[in-house]
């Protein structure tokens, strides 16, 4: 995965960054750790900008969690159906509804920095209809927040072999 994923980054750039990151924002298995891990060697090599990797990726954050709140909100019961045949997802849904039940549209801010439950938390959100216009200013927050600290670390403590 890590070869297809620099392969994509090395061709499309900031626009691979964002969409690699909206896939990230949705049920898909694609861990934002490869792909903004992939990205802080770009920068490293002055092919990518620091910044262009933090907004395109927190575009992209934003774009995947905004598809995922809608089919939350059209389709939830079926896909809540659907997961439950899958332990493992249904387990980080459950978590995530949770999350938003006790702490409201805080919770996908927090949900935001939760592995397991970063990319899951939009589905719920659409399915107990909490405000559009707050959902997206605090999943901005907090995918921009998640983004920054991540490629900084990367960028800042991992070498290029």
Known sequence: MNQIVESFISQYGYFSVFILMAIESTIFPL???IVLGIASIFIKKNILNFW????????GSLFGSIFSYFIGYLIYNVLNKFFSKFSFIDLKIQKSEKILNKYGILGVFLGRFLPGVRHLISYPAGFLRLNFVLFCVFTLLGSFLWCLCLTYLFFKFFTII
């Open 52 to 59: 262009g990797v933090v907004f395109s990726a927190t575009l």
């Open 31 to 33: 861990p934002s750790e």
